[in-house]
């Protein structure tokens, strides 16, 4: 039985949108974060996407750590998003508006995060997450309203609708299904901390690999949500050392049954630490 994705995520906890257009951010977005997201899509005036492109095919940065949000696929924007891309040495991709898998066929030679957000996209999630090359998906709040016709994704108190928590846990659902990882959506209040520490935190215990985020003062209390307290760390270390001695099957430690999900649980936040 499959206990989750593979144990390593190439990045993260927190991975930063940088506007494509603004190369005199990209180092220090980079600094900042676990990753950066360098943004051919939403974040730049389509004007201006021609001087983006230069400016990434001009930058100098650590291959590893770099994913390229090009344009959605069958759009002009998007066969030129890849002929700049082809002339870097980045080889992440994020691809917007997932919604099919012939949508991914221009990125055969890219580690792939496909963004579902659109109601197509997300009743999609599982056919794309089976496609050759996607490594992760990721969802998507307002396009996704914006592709119903509504008009917030949130309620006035800032809790997601419905709708938001069911794409969320269906492209979490189906990302768990294909052994492949998930990466929580951004959270747009950058003033609102306590609200992203909460939604961080919950998408560590439903088992997102990274959340995405717009702004350099969030990205330590996504860390700080993912990252464990020495304490979960030494009793997960322990439970394990039990079950080895326990020799298999289910067993009591510390007055708790444990079996095979209660030790990938502990496995879950050994990798995390």
């Known amino acids: 039985m499959s206990e989750g994705p593979a144990p390593t995520f190439p ?30 899509e939403d974040a730049v005036d389509p004007a201006t996407r021609p001087a983006a492109r230069e400016a990434l095919v001009a930058s100098e940065l650590d291959p590893e750590r770099v994913i390229v949000r090009v344009n959605p696929a069958r759009t002009a924007d998007h066969d030129a998003d890849l002929s700049a891309l082809a ?45 050759p090359g996607v490594i992760a998906l990721m969802w998507g709040a307002e396009d996704l309203v914006a592709s119903l ?25 189906a990302a768990g299904a294909a052994s492949i990882h998930a990466v929580d959506t951004v959270h747009l209040d950058i003033a609102d901390l306590e609200g992203l520490a909460a939604e961080a935190e919950d998408a560590v215990a439903v088992g997102f690999a990274a959340t995405a985020c717009i702004h350099p003062g969030q990205v330590e209390t996504i860390r700080a949500a993912y990252r464990p307290v020495p304490a979960e ?21 510390e007055g708790r049954m444990v079996d095979g999900p209660v030790l990938a649980h502990a496995r879950a936040v050994l990798r995390r630490s």
């Open 87 to 131: 002339a870097t040495p980045y080889r992440a991709v994020m691809l917007p508006k997932a919604e099919r898998p012939s949508d991914l066929d221009g990125l055969r030679d890219y580690a792939v995060i496909a963004l579902c957000e659109t109601a197509a996209g997300v009743l999609a999630a599982p056919s794309l997450a089976a496609a």
């Open 149 to 173: 016709g509504g008009t917030s994704s949130r309620h006035p108190d800032g809790r997601y609708r419905d709708v938001a928590r069911h794409a969320r846990s269906a492209v979490l659902l």
């Open 233 to 253: 760390v030494q009793a997960a270390r322990e439970l394990l050392a039990a079950a080895e001695n326990a020799g298999g099957g289910v067993f009591r430690h």
């Open 11 to 40: 990045w993260g906890p927190a991975l930063l949108f940088c506007p494509a257009d603004r190369p005199e951010r990209y180092a220090k977005a980079l600094e900042r974060a676990d990753a950066v997201i360098l943004d051919l």
